[in-house]
């Protein structure tokens, strides 16, 4: 199954989910699973609630509501740049579960290398110095989805875009995942996906966004008031105005750190 096949969503919503294993680097309980249905079978990510370390700077609702809310976003302007996702009863209660998507080994979008190393194209985010003191750069590719996952960052004010966070899928696909800390009301934008910042927003994600101000006035904005609170919604859509009137990629406010840590 691969994220825009038919019945996918009825898959994860209702198939019968098998744990696996549990993701090693990850910081919540992030299980690894199978699932199926009337004999249809794939793998897909279940981040149960109760798995949930609470946190201070997002007292509101849950991460797994977030990741459903994120993808809502993603889906409705069109960008489809979130795995699909959906908020469901798992074996160890209600969770998101959202499909596995698998990716090339060698092939990260997101690299740190020493500084005469920068791919041609390649857009340096920051210069640092590696653990024997060599200097070193945080760098991304140029690539048209990851420009629009840049844009898609900044409407869903995502605090966590590491490195680990963009999957180069084996057919060239790009998504985004892990995204339990989008879309609060205080601006908390942090990603590793500065490399166009103050340049224009390409067609396509301004597109995105007129399609998106649009779904925002009816059900969607509905849906996401079972995730957010009455202020996120707003803070979205004035997220969608602001970027729509600026027309560039915006650059990190000061008081706060723009780059997460660690960066992958
Ligand atoms: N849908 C997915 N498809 C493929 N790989 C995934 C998917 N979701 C997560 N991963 C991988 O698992 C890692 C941990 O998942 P993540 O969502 O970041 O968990 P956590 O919230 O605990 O940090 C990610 O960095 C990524 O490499
Ligand atoms: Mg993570």
Redesign the pocket.
């Known amino acids: 199954m691969r994220p825009g096949d038919e019945g996918v969503l009825d898959l994860l919503g209702r198939g019968r989910i098998e744990v696996e294993g549990r ?1 090693v ?4 309980a ?1 299980l690894f699973c199978g699932i199926s249905l009337d004999g249809v079978a794939a793998r ?2 279940y ?1 149960p609630v109760r798995g949930e370390r609470p946190l201070w700077d997002f007292p509101d609702g849950t ?1 797994a509501g977030r990741e459903i809310a994120t993808y809502l976003v993603s889906e409705a302007a069109g960008f489809g740049l979130v ?1 699909p996702t959906v908020l469901r009863p798992g074996p160890f209660g209600s969770g998101m579960v ?6 090339r080994d060698d092939d990260d979008l997101v690299d740190i290398v020493p500084e005469d190393d920068v791919r041609p194209g390649w857009r340096p985010v920051l210069r640092a110095h590696d653990r024997y003191g060599e200097p070193a750069v945080l760098v991304h590719a140029d690539h048209p989805r990851m420009r629009l996952m840049a844009a898609f960052d900044a409407v869903v004010n995502n605090a966590d875009r ?1 490195g ?2 963009v ?1 180069h899928a084996v057919d060239g696909a790009v ?1 985004g ?2 995204h ?1 800390i989008c879309l609060h009301s205080d601006d908390k934008l942090r990603t590793v996906l500065w490399g166009w910042l103050g340049e224009p927003l390409p067609e396509e994600a301004v597109e995105a966004l007129r399609a998106l101000r649009g779904h925002l006035g009816g059900e969607l904005g509905e849906r996401l008031h079972e995730h957010l609170t009455r202020a996120e919604v707003r803070a979205l859509a004035e997220r969608v105005e602001k970027l729509l009137a600026a027309g560039v990629y915006p650059t990190p406010s000061d008081d706060w750190p723009a780059i997460p840590w660690p960066a992958f």
């Open positions: 993701l680097d990850a910081s919540n992030t897909c990510v981040k991460l795995p959202q499909l596995w998507v698998d990716t590491k680990g966070h999957l998504f995942v892990d339990g």
